[in-house]
Protein backbone atom coordinates (compact mmCIF):
# COMPACT_ATOMS: atom_id res chain seq x y z
CA UNK A 1 0.00 0.00 0.00
CA UNK A 2 3.03 2.44 0.76
CA UNK A 3 5.09 2.05 -1.97
CA UNK A 4 5.47 5.01 -4.43
CA UNK A 5 3.74 4.48 -7.23
CA UNK A 6 5.23 5.70 -10.93
CA UNK A 7 4.71 9.17 -10.16
CA UNK A 8 6.37 9.44 -6.82
CA UNK A 9 3.01 10.01 -4.86
CA UNK A 10 2.34 7.72 -2.25
CA UNK A 11 -1.24 8.19 0.27
CA UNK A 12 -0.80 10.00 3.01
CA UNK A 13 -3.15 7.79 4.58
CA UNK A 14 -2.57 3.89 4.25
CA UNK A 15 -5.65 1.72 4.13
CA UNK A 16 -4.63 -0.64 6.82
CA UNK A 17 -4.59 0.46 10.34
CA UNK A 18 -0.72 0.54 11.68
CA UNK A 19 -2.10 3.66 13.51
CA UNK A 20 0.10 6.13 12.21
CA UNK A 21 -0.09 8.74 9.68
CA UNK A 22 1.86 7.18 6.53
CA UNK A 23 3.04 10.22 5.18
CA UNK A 24 6.32 12.75 5.80
CA UNK A 25 5.89 15.16 7.78
CA UNK A 26 4.66 18.45 6.26
CA UNK A 27 6.85 21.59 6.18
CA UNK A 28 3.81 23.54 7.72
CA UNK A 29 2.07 21.16 9.92
CA UNK A 30 -1.08 21.21 7.54
CA UNK A 31 -2.49 18.46 6.63
CA UNK A 32 -4.02 18.57 3.31
CA UNK A 33 -5.98 21.15 3.73
CA UNK A 34 -6.79 20.98 7.38
CA UNK A 35 -4.68 23.58 8.42
CA UNK A 36 -2.70 23.82 11.80
CA UNK A 37 -4.05 26.82 13.70
CA UNK A 38 -2.07 28.88 16.07
CA UNK A 39 -3.41 30.89 19.16
CA UNK A 40 -5.17 34.34 18.27
CA UNK A 41 -2.40 35.76 20.93
CA UNK A 42 0.12 33.81 18.49
CA UNK A 43 -1.11 34.61 15.38
CA UNK A 44 -2.15 38.83 16.45
CA UNK A 45 0.39 41.35 17.94
CA UNK A 46 -0.42 44.47 20.17
CA UNK A 47 0.95 46.78 17.79
CA UNK A 48 -1.50 45.68 14.73
CA UNK A 49 -4.70 46.71 14.26
CA UNK A 50 -7.32 45.88 12.14
CA UNK A 51 -8.91 48.97 11.98
CA UNK A 52 -7.76 52.74 11.06
CA UNK A 53 -8.53 55.05 13.37
CA UNK A 54 -7.34 58.99 13.42
CA UNK A 55 -4.87 59.93 15.79
CA UNK A 56 -5.60 61.13 19.10
CA UNK A 57 -5.80 64.53 19.47
CA UNK A 58 -3.83 64.94 22.98
CA UNK A 59 -4.30 68.86 23.50
CA UNK A 60 -7.90 67.62 24.24
CA UNK A 61 -8.50 67.36 27.97
CA UNK A 62 -9.56 63.53 28.62
CA UNK A 63 -13.07 63.27 29.49
CA UNK A 64 -12.75 59.84 30.84
CA UNK A 65 -10.96 60.80 34.27
CA UNK A 66 -9.78 58.06 36.54
CA UNK A 67 -11.55 55.20 34.37
CA UNK A 68 -8.59 56.31 31.52
CA UNK A 69 -6.22 53.19 30.93
CA UNK A 70 -3.32 53.88 32.04
CA UNK A 71 -1.29 49.89 30.66
CA UNK A 72 -1.70 48.61 27.35
CA UNK A 73 -4.46 46.39 27.05
CA UNK A 74 -2.77 43.55 25.60
CA UNK A 75 -4.93 42.00 23.02
CA UNK A 76 -3.99 41.00 19.80
CA UNK A 77 -4.54 43.36 16.44
CA UNK A 78 -6.84 41.45 13.52
CA UNK A 79 -8.20 42.23 10.50
CA UNK A 80 -11.23 40.65 10.03
CA UNK A 81 -10.43 37.89 7.09
CA UNK A 82 -8.18 37.21 9.47
CA UNK A 83 -10.38 36.90 12.60
CA UNK A 84 -13.14 34.97 10.45
CA UNK A 85 -10.48 32.20 9.43
CA UNK A 86 -9.28 32.04 12.53
CA UNK A 87 -12.50 31.30 14.05
CA UNK A 88 -13.75 28.82 10.76
CA UNK A 89 -10.42 26.82 11.32
CA UNK A 90 -11.01 26.70 14.90
CA UNK A 91 -14.98 25.44 14.12
CA UNK A 92 -13.84 22.79 11.46
CA UNK A 93 -11.51 20.93 14.59
CA UNK A 94 -15.05 21.21 16.37
CA UNK A 95 -17.38 18.07 16.30
CA UNK A 96 -21.22 18.28 16.67
CA UNK A 97 -24.32 16.78 15.89
CA UNK A 98 -24.82 18.24 11.99
CA UNK A 99 -21.58 16.17 11.64
CA UNK A 100 -22.37 12.43 12.97
CA UNK A 101 -23.63 10.19 15.47
CA UNK A 102 -23.22 11.44 18.89
CA UNK A 103 -24.05 8.67 21.43
CA UNK A 104 -23.25 10.80 24.62
CA UNK A 105 -24.94 9.38 27.76
CA UNK A 106 -27.92 11.28 29.46
CA UNK A 107 -27.14 14.09 27.12
CA UNK A 108 -29.84 13.40 24.28
CA UNK A 109 -28.04 14.24 21.63
CA UNK A 110 -30.45 13.83 18.97
CA UNK A 111 -30.91 15.85 15.82
CA UNK A 112 -32.70 19.55 16.15
CA UNK A 113 -35.13 19.75 13.04
CA UNK A 114 -34.64 23.02 11.09
CA UNK A 115 -38.28 24.20 11.19
CA UNK A 116 -37.30 24.87 14.85
CA UNK A 117 -34.38 27.35 13.82
CA UNK A 118 -36.90 29.01 11.31
CA UNK A 119 -39.34 29.86 13.76
CA UNK A 120 -37.69 30.84 15.91
CA UNK A 121 -35.55 32.98 14.11
CA UNK A 122 -38.73 34.86 13.09
CA UNK A 123 -38.31 38.50 14.25
CA UNK A 124 -41.23 38.63 16.78
CA UNK A 125 -40.00 35.84 18.61
CA UNK A 126 -35.85 36.63 17.79
CA UNK A 127 -35.83 40.41 18.32
CA UNK A 128 -38.14 40.50 21.22
CA UNK A 129 -36.36 42.57 24.07
CA UNK A 130 -36.99 42.04 28.06
CA UNK A 131 -37.93 45.06 28.60
CA UNK A 132 -40.47 46.18 25.82
CA UNK A 133 -44.07 47.09 26.80
CA UNK A 134 -46.06 43.64 27.95
CA UNK A 135 -48.59 45.21 25.61
CA UNK A 136 -46.38 44.63 22.85
CA UNK A 137 -44.88 40.88 23.54
CA UNK A 138 -48.47 39.20 24.24
CA UNK A 139 -47.77 37.22 20.83
CA UNK A 140 -44.88 35.69 22.55
CA UNK A 141 -46.31 35.42 26.27
CA UNK A 142 -48.61 32.81 24.45
CA UNK A 143 -46.23 30.96 23.10
CA UNK A 144 -44.68 30.32 26.73
CA UNK A 145 -48.32 29.63 27.83
CA UNK A 146 -48.94 27.42 25.44
CA UNK A 147 -45.39 25.56 26.22
CA UNK A 148 -46.28 25.68 29.40
CA UNK A 149 -49.81 23.63 29.27
CA UNK A 150 -47.88 21.19 26.91
CA UNK A 151 -45.63 20.39 29.69
CA UNK A 152 -48.64 20.00 32.37
CA UNK A 153 -50.49 17.87 30.02
CA UNK A 154 -47.27 15.91 29.44
CA UNK A 155 -46.42 15.55 32.60
CA UNK A 156 -49.93 15.12 34.42
CA UNK A 157 -48.59 18.04 37.23
CA UNK A 158 -50.41 20.77 38.26
CA UNK A 159 -48.00 23.94 37.09
CA UNK A 160 -44.72 24.60 35.92
CA UNK A 161 -41.65 27.49 36.68
CA UNK A 162 -40.76 28.02 33.08
CA UNK A 163 -37.76 30.37 34.19
CA UNK A 164 -34.95 28.48 34.76
CA UNK A 165 -31.96 28.75 32.31
CA UNK A 166 -30.78 24.48 32.21
CA UNK A 167 -31.50 21.06 34.18
CA UNK A 168 -29.19 22.14 37.30
CA UNK A 169 -30.78 25.39 37.41
CA UNK A 170 -34.17 23.40 37.33
CA UNK A 171 -33.31 21.01 40.60
CA UNK A 172 -32.22 24.00 42.20
CA UNK A 173 -35.70 25.47 41.65
CA UNK A 174 -37.40 22.48 42.06
CA UNK A 175 -35.37 21.88 45.72
CA UNK A 176 -36.16 25.89 46.46
CA UNK A 177 -39.53 25.35 46.40
CA UNK A 178 -39.54 22.01 48.56
CA UNK A 179 -38.15 24.88 50.92
CA UNK A 180 -40.51 26.96 50.76
CA UNK A 181 -43.30 24.33 51.46
CA UNK A 182 -41.56 23.21 54.45
CA UNK A 183 -40.60 26.39 55.51
CA UNK A 184 -43.87 27.52 55.34
CA UNK A 185 -45.02 24.09 57.44
CA UNK A 186 -42.67 25.63 60.17
CA UNK A 187 -39.54 23.62 59.92
CA UNK A 188 -37.62 23.18 56.58
CA UNK A 189 -35.84 19.76 57.32
CA UNK A 190 -32.18 18.87 56.79
CA UNK A 191 -31.63 15.99 54.67
CA UNK A 192 -32.19 15.22 51.35
CA UNK A 193 -31.68 11.92 50.35
CA UNK A 194 -30.06 10.75 46.78
CA UNK A 195 -29.54 7.43 45.24
CA UNK A 196 -25.81 6.55 44.30
CA UNK A 197 -26.93 5.71 40.67
CA UNK A 198 -27.98 10.12 40.79
CA UNK A 199 -26.57 12.48 38.44
CA UNK A 200 -23.83 14.88 40.20
CA UNK A 201 -25.82 17.94 40.14
CA UNK A 202 -28.76 16.09 41.94
CA UNK A 203 -26.45 16.17 45.48
CA UNK A 204 -24.69 19.85 44.17
CA UNK A 205 -28.00 21.03 44.19
CA UNK A 206 -29.65 19.70 47.47
CA UNK A 207 -25.93 21.05 49.38
CA UNK A 208 -25.85 24.35 47.74
CA UNK A 209 -29.87 24.59 49.02
CA UNK A 210 -28.37 24.44 52.49
CA UNK A 211 -29.64 20.51 52.97
CA UNK A 212 -27.36 17.53 53.75
CA UNK A 213 -26.53 15.08 51.32
CA UNK A 214 -27.07 11.39 52.24
CA UNK A 215 -26.38 8.39 49.84
CA UNK A 216 -29.17 5.29 49.75
CA UNK A 217 -27.90 2.32 48.42
CA UNK A 218 -28.94 0.66 44.77
CA UNK A 219 -29.96 -2.96 44.09
CA UNK A 220 -27.35 -5.45 42.65
CA UNK A 221 -30.26 -4.70 39.45
CA UNK A 222 -29.34 -1.27 39.19
CA UNK A 223 -32.28 0.18 40.75
CA UNK A 224 -33.09 2.16 43.97
CA UNK A 225 -33.34 -0.08 47.08
CA UNK A 226 -36.93 0.34 48.40
CA UNK A 227 -36.62 -1.28 51.86
CA UNK A 228 -32.84 1.06 53.12
CA UNK A 229 -35.05 4.39 51.37
CA UNK A 230 -38.50 3.53 53.89
CA UNK A 231 -35.51 2.53 56.59
CA UNK A 232 -34.23 6.04 56.52
CA UNK A 233 -36.85 8.14 56.08
CA UNK A 234 -38.08 10.32 59.47
CA UNK A 235 -38.58 13.51 60.46
CA UNK A 236 -35.44 15.34 59.43
CA UNK A 237 -35.80 14.35 55.55
CA UNK A 238 -37.03 16.80 53.70
CA UNK A 239 -36.68 15.40 49.93
CA UNK A 240 -35.69 12.38 48.37
CA UNK A 241 -34.05 12.98 44.69
CA UNK A 242 -34.50 10.40 42.13
CA UNK A 243 -33.90 10.15 38.77
CA UNK A 244 -36.51 8.13 36.42
CA UNK A 245 -35.19 6.87 34.34
CA UNK A 246 -32.05 6.27 36.41
CA UNK A 247 -28.35 6.86 34.88
CA UNK A 248 -28.23 3.00 34.31
CA UNK A 249 -30.84 3.76 31.61
CA UNK A 250 -33.22 1.76 33.79
CA UNK A 251 -36.78 2.72 34.38
CA UNK A 252 -37.82 2.62 38.47
CA UNK A 253 -40.49 0.43 38.36
CA UNK A 254 -40.93 1.31 42.65
CA UNK A 255 -41.40 4.91 41.79
CA UNK A 256 -45.61 5.16 42.87
CA UNK A 257 -44.00 3.37 46.24
CA UNK A 258 -40.95 5.22 46.37
CA UNK A 259 -43.20 8.67 46.58
CA UNK A 260 -45.80 7.28 48.87
CA UNK A 261 -43.37 6.02 51.54
CA UNK A 262 -42.15 9.86 50.91
CA UNK A 263 -45.41 11.63 51.62
CA UNK A 264 -46.16 9.82 54.37
CA UNK A 265 -42.98 10.40 55.97
CA UNK A 266 -44.11 14.41 55.00
CA UNK A 267 -41.33 14.80 52.79
CA UNK A 268 -41.49 15.94 48.78
CA UNK A 269 -40.17 13.79 45.72
CA UNK A 270 -37.85 15.70 43.44
CA UNK A 271 -37.63 13.62 40.01
CA UNK A 272 -34.56 14.37 37.80
CA UNK A 273 -36.77 14.38 34.58
CA UNK A 274 -33.47 15.09 32.35
CA UNK A 275 -34.54 11.33 30.71
CA UNK A 276 -37.50 12.44 29.96
CA UNK A 277 -36.86 11.32 26.37
CA UNK A 278 -37.17 7.89 27.16
CA UNK A 279 -40.79 8.10 28.84
CA UNK A 280 -42.52 11.07 26.86
CA UNK A 281 -45.92 10.36 25.97
CA UNK A 282 -46.18 6.75 27.88
CA UNK A 283 -45.52 7.43 31.85
CA UNK A 284 -47.28 11.35 33.28
CA UNK A 285 -44.64 11.71 36.11
CA UNK A 286 -47.64 13.32 38.12
CA UNK A 287 -49.27 9.59 38.66
CA UNK A 288 -45.85 8.20 40.13
CA UNK A 289 -46.25 10.78 43.02
CA UNK A 290 -43.86 13.46 41.70
CA UNK A 291 -43.87 17.01 43.18
CA UNK A 292 -40.90 18.38 41.27
CA UNK A 293 -39.06 17.90 38.35
CA UNK A 294 -36.99 19.05 35.95
CA UNK A 295 -37.45 19.33 32.06
CA UNK A 296 -34.32 19.63 29.65
CA UNK A 297 -36.07 21.31 27.28
CA UNK A 298 -32.46 21.24 25.11
CA UNK A 299 -32.52 17.57 25.32
CA UNK A 300 -36.03 16.14 25.25
CA UNK A 301 -37.52 18.68 23.02
CA UNK A 302 -34.69 19.08 20.50
CA UNK A 303 -32.94 22.81 21.31
CA UNK A 304 -29.50 22.73 20.40
CA UNK A 305 -26.80 22.53 23.27
CA UNK A 306 -23.72 21.07 24.17
CA UNK A 307 -20.50 23.29 24.79
CA UNK A 308 -22.03 24.86 27.51
CA UNK A 309 -25.56 26.24 26.24
CA UNK A 310 -27.62 27.42 25.92
CA UNK A 311 -30.30 25.12 27.88
CA UNK A 312 -33.96 25.63 29.12
CA UNK A 313 -35.17 23.66 32.15
CA UNK A 314 -38.52 24.14 33.15
CA UNK A 315 -39.75 23.09 36.60
CA UNK A 316 -43.26 21.22 36.91
CA UNK A 317 -44.78 21.00 39.67
CA UNK A 318 -47.36 19.24 42.17
CA UNK A 319 -50.66 20.93 43.47
CA UNK A 320 -48.64 20.96 46.79
CA UNK A 321 -45.80 22.80 45.42
CA UNK A 322 -47.29 24.88 42.69
CA UNK A 323 -48.06 28.10 45.37
CA UNK A 324 -44.57 27.97 45.90
CA UNK A 325 -42.65 28.20 42.33
CA UNK A 326 -41.15 31.45 41.24
CA UNK A 327 -42.58 33.85 39.82
CA UNK A 328 -43.29 34.50 36.95
CA UNK A 329 -45.23 31.02 37.01
CA UNK A 330 -47.46 29.33 35.32
CA UNK A 331 -50.37 27.25 36.98
CA UNK A 332 -53.76 25.75 36.43
CA UNK A 333 -56.90 26.75 38.04
CA UNK A 334 -59.94 24.60 39.32
CA UNK A 335 -61.95 24.86 36.03
CA UNK A 336 -58.42 23.78 34.46
CA UNK A 337 -57.44 26.60 32.42
CA UNK A 338 -53.63 27.35 33.04
CA UNK A 339 -52.88 31.13 33.61
CA UNK A 340 -48.96 32.72 32.78
CA UNK A 341 -48.71 34.40 36.61
CA UNK A 342 -46.61 37.69 35.96
CA UNK A 343 -45.18 40.38 39.12
CA UNK A 344 -48.51 42.61 38.57
CA UNK A 345 -51.38 39.81 38.97
CA UNK A 346 -49.34 37.23 41.62
CA UNK A 347 -51.16 38.70 44.83
CA UNK A 348 -54.43 38.66 43.36
CA UNK A 349 -54.31 35.25 41.74
CA UNK A 350 -52.85 33.74 45.13
CA UNK A 351 -55.27 34.65 46.92
CA UNK A 352 -58.22 33.28 44.61
CA UNK A 353 -56.52 30.36 43.62
CA UNK A 354 -54.25 29.40 46.19
CA UNK A 355 -56.84 30.32 48.87
CA UNK A 356 -53.52 32.65 50.80
CA UNK A 357 -51.22 34.88 50.40
CA UNK A 358 -48.87 34.96 48.38
CA UNK A 359 -45.60 32.48 48.95
CA UNK A 360 -43.78 32.60 45.79
CA UNK A 361 -39.56 32.21 47.16
CA UNK A 362 -38.66 35.16 44.37
CA UNK A 363 -37.13 34.66 41.46
CA UNK A 364 -35.05 32.52 39.61
CA UNK A 365 -34.15 34.71 36.83
CA UNK A 366 -34.66 38.17 35.40
CA UNK A 367 -37.48 38.00 32.90
CA UNK A 368 -38.92 35.05 31.55
CA UNK A 369 -36.34 32.89 30.73
CA UNK A 370 -35.26 31.77 27.30
CA UNK A 371 -37.39 32.70 24.69
CA UNK A 372 -35.31 30.96 21.68
CA UNK A 373 -35.46 27.87 23.43
CA UNK A 374 -38.93 28.21 24.13
CA UNK A 375 -39.74 28.65 20.95
CA UNK A 376 -38.06 25.45 18.92
CA UNK A 377 -39.35 22.87 21.80
CA UNK A 378 -43.04 24.34 21.18
CA UNK A 379 -42.29 24.15 17.69
CA UNK A 380 -40.82 20.20 17.76
CA UNK A 381 -43.72 19.47 20.12
CA UNK A 382 -46.45 20.87 17.60
CA UNK A 383 -44.59 18.84 14.77
CA UNK A 384 -44.78 15.84 16.22
CA UNK A 385 -48.49 15.94 17.77
CA UNK A 386 -48.89 14.15 20.94
CA UNK A 387 -48.68 10.82 18.94
CA UNK A 388 -45.11 11.77 17.43
CA UNK A 389 -43.77 12.49 20.82
CA UNK A 390 -45.38 9.01 22.09
CA UNK A 391 -42.96 7.23 19.34
CA UNK A 392 -40.07 9.14 19.77
CA UNK A 393 -40.09 7.79 23.36
CA UNK A 394 -40.30 4.25 21.63
CA UNK A 395 -37.74 4.58 19.38
CA UNK A 396 -34.95 6.14 21.02
CA UNK A 397 -35.66 2.70 23.80
CA UNK A 398 -35.67 0.67 20.95
CA UNK A 399 -32.34 2.19 19.05
CA UNK A 400 -30.47 1.56 23.32
CA UNK A 401 -32.08 -1.63 23.38
CA UNK A 402 -30.75 -2.98 19.51
CA UNK A 403 -27.06 -1.41 20.44
CA UNK A 404 -27.39 -3.28 23.70
CA UNK A 405 -28.17 -6.54 22.47
CA UNK A 406 -25.61 -6.34 19.76
CA UNK A 407 -22.94 -5.59 22.41
CA UNK A 408 -23.77 -7.87 24.98
CA UNK A 409 -21.42 -10.63 23.82
CA UNK A 410 -18.38 -8.95 23.57
CA UNK A 411 -18.49 -6.07 26.21
CA UNK A 412 -20.01 -6.50 29.84
CA UNK A 413 -23.23 -5.63 30.40
CA UNK A 414 -23.71 -5.35 34.12
CA UNK A 415 -27.77 -4.66 33.54
CA UNK A 416 -28.72 -6.86 30.73
CA UNK A 417 -30.60 -9.41 33.00
CA UNK A 418 -32.85 -6.63 34.49
CA UNK A 419 -35.08 -6.19 31.56
CA UNK A 420 -34.83 -4.30 28.62
CA UNK A 421 -32.97 -0.65 28.88
CA UNK A 422 -34.61 2.90 28.40
CA UNK A 423 -32.90 5.24 26.40
CA UNK A 424 -29.57 4.61 26.72
CA UNK A 425 -27.46 1.09 26.93
CA UNK A 426 -24.64 1.07 30.03
CA UNK A 427 -21.32 -1.56 29.95
CA UNK A 428 -18.41 -1.49 31.67
CA UNK A 429 -14.71 -2.37 31.50
CA UNK A 430 -15.10 -6.15 33.06
CA UNK A 431 -12.59 -8.25 31.06
CA UNK A 432 -10.11 -5.38 29.31
CA UNK A 433 -6.43 -6.77 29.21
CA UNK A 434 -2.90 -5.39 29.29
CA UNK A 435 -3.81 -2.37 31.44
CA UNK A 436 -6.64 -0.63 28.75
CA UNK A 437 -9.52 1.39 30.21
CA UNK A 438 -12.32 2.88 29.08
CA UNK A 439 -10.91 5.74 28.10
CA UNK A 440 -8.47 4.51 25.82
CA UNK A 441 -11.29 2.21 24.26
CA UNK A 442 -13.29 5.91 23.98
CA UNK A 443 -9.92 7.36 22.55
CA UNK A 444 -10.32 4.40 19.69
CA UNK A 445 -13.27 5.05 18.88
CA UNK A 446 -12.29 9.00 17.96
CA UNK A 447 -10.03 7.71 15.31
CA UNK A 448 -12.87 5.42 13.83
CA UNK A 449 -15.14 8.63 13.50
CA UNK A 450 -17.34 8.20 16.17
CA UNK A 451 -17.61 11.19 19.31
CA UNK A 452 -17.54 8.65 22.68
CA UNK A 453 -20.52 7.79 24.52
CA UNK A 454 -20.03 9.17 28.42
CA UNK A 455 -17.59 7.56 30.77
CA UNK A 456 -17.09 6.54 34.01
CA UNK A 457 -20.56 7.65 34.57
CA UNK A 458 -22.22 6.30 36.60
CA UNK A 459 -20.10 6.05 39.28
CA UNK A 460 -22.05 2.27 40.20
CA UNK A 461 -20.44 0.59 37.36
CA UNK A 462 -16.87 0.04 36.84
CA UNK A 463 -15.26 1.88 33.72
CA UNK A 464 -19.18 2.91 32.89
CA UNK A 465 -19.75 3.50 29.13
CA UNK A 466 -23.15 4.80 28.91
CA UNK A 467 -24.35 4.94 25.24
CA UNK A 468 -27.42 7.56 24.02
CA UNK A 469 -28.36 6.85 20.75
CA UNK A 470 -31.45 8.61 20.83
CA UNK A 471 -34.15 7.96 18.34
CA UNK A 472 -33.09 10.05 15.23
CA UNK A 473 -30.68 7.97 14.14
CA UNK A 474 -31.24 5.73 11.15
CA UNK A 475 -30.59 1.85 11.48
CA UNK A 476 -27.21 2.17 9.15
CA UNK A 477 -25.94 4.62 11.44
CA UNK A 478 -26.42 2.37 14.73
CA UNK A 479 -24.93 -0.28 12.49
CA UNK A 480 -21.65 1.02 11.26
CA UNK A 481 -21.48 2.62 15.35
CA UNK A 482 -21.94 -0.96 16.29
CA UNK A 483 -19.20 -2.42 13.62
CA UNK A 484 -16.80 0.23 15.30
CA UNK A 485 -17.39 -0.16 18.78
CA UNK A 486 -17.37 -3.81 18.16
CA UNK A 487 -13.54 -3.97 17.29
CA UNK A 488 -12.57 -1.31 19.39
CA UNK A 489 -13.68 -3.55 21.99
CA UNK A 490 -12.53 -6.49 20.91
CA UNK A 491 -8.86 -4.60 20.88
CA UNK A 492 -9.27 -3.38 24.46
CA UNK A 493 -10.20 -7.27 25.40
CA UNK A 494 -7.14 -8.39 23.46
CA UNK A 495 -4.81 -5.87 25.31
CA UNK A 496 -3.86 -4.17 21.87
CA UNK A 497 -1.34 -1.86 22.84
CA UNK A 498 -1.59 0.51 19.79
CA UNK A 499 -5.29 1.78 21.88
CA UNK A 500 -2.93 3.37 24.87
CA UNK A 501 -1.72 6.33 22.43
CA UNK A 502 -5.11 6.53 20.37
CA UNK A 503 -5.96 8.52 18.98
CA UNK A 504 -3.76 8.89 15.88
CA UNK A 505 -5.92 10.72 13.61
CA UNK A 506 -7.29 13.76 15.82
CA UNK A 507 -5.70 16.98 15.09
CA UNK A 508 -4.54 16.51 18.79
CA UNK A 509 -3.92 12.88 20.64
CA UNK A 510 -4.06 12.63 24.24
CA UNK A 511 -4.74 16.15 26.21
CA UNK A 512 -3.70 16.76 29.74
CA UNK A 513 -7.40 17.49 30.25
CA UNK A 514 -7.29 18.15 33.95
CA UNK A 515 -4.20 20.54 33.02
CA UNK A 516 -6.10 22.37 30.55
CA UNK A 517 -8.94 23.28 32.49
CA UNK A 518 -7.22 24.38 35.28
CA UNK A 519 -3.76 26.00 33.87
CA UNK A 520 -5.15 26.63 30.20
CA UNK A 521 -2.46 28.77 27.83
CA UNK A 522 -3.82 31.27 26.47
CA UNK A 523 -0.39 32.65 25.02
CA UNK A 524 -1.49 35.94 26.31
CA UNK A 525 1.15 38.11 25.77
CA UNK A 526 2.07 40.00 28.61
CA UNK A 527 2.20 43.73 28.12
CA UNK A 528 5.57 44.25 30.47
C1 LIG B 1 -28.14 16.69 31.67
C2 LIG B 1 -28.56 16.26 33.01
C3 LIG B 1 -28.66 17.16 34.08
C4 LIG B 1 -28.19 18.60 34.01
O1 LIG B 1 -28.74 19.36 33.02
P1 LIG B 1 -28.01 20.72 32.55
O2 LIG B 1 -28.96 21.35 31.60
O3 LIG B 1 -26.72 20.31 31.92
O4 LIG B 1 -27.79 21.55 33.77
C5 LIG B 1 -29.14 16.69 35.28
N1 LIG B 1 -29.48 15.40 35.44
C6 LIG B 1 -29.38 14.50 34.45
C7 LIG B 1 -29.79 13.07 34.67
C8 LIG B 1 -28.91 14.89 33.19
O5 LIG B 1 -28.79 14.00 32.20
Known sequence: MNAPNKSGWKPTMPAGTDGKFGG???????????????LIFEIGTTETTGVDLPDVDDSAPSRLGKFARTDEIGLPGLSEPQTVRHYTRLSRQNYGIDLG?????????????????????????????????????????GVINELAQWLIKLTGMHGVAMSPKAGAHGELC????????????????????????AHGTNPATAAFAGYRVENIPATEGGRVDLEALKARLGPDVAAVMITNPNTCGLFEPDMRAISDAVHEAGGFVYCDGANFNA??????????????????????FSTPHGGGGPGSGPVVLSEALSPFGPLPYTARTADGVVHLVEEESA????????????????????????????????????????????????????????????????????????GPCMHEALFGDAG????????????GLIDEGFHPMTVYFPLVVHGAMLVEPTETES????????????????????????????PYYAPRSRLDETMAARKPHLGFIDPE
Open 174 to 197: GILCIRAALEARGNAREVVLVPES
Open 24 to 38: PATTTGNKALMLEEA
Open 279 to 300: IVGRVRPGDLGVDAMHINLHKT
Open 432 to 443: FEGGLSTLDLAK
Open 347 to 418: EEFAKEHFGGPLQHFGRMTAFHGQMGMYTRALTYMLSHGADGLKQVAEDAVLNANYILRAMEDVLHAPYADS
Open 101 to 141: FFPLGSCTMKHNPRLNEKVARMPGFADVHPLQPVDTVRGAL
Open 475 to 502: KAAIDQFITAFRSVAERAKAGDESLKAA
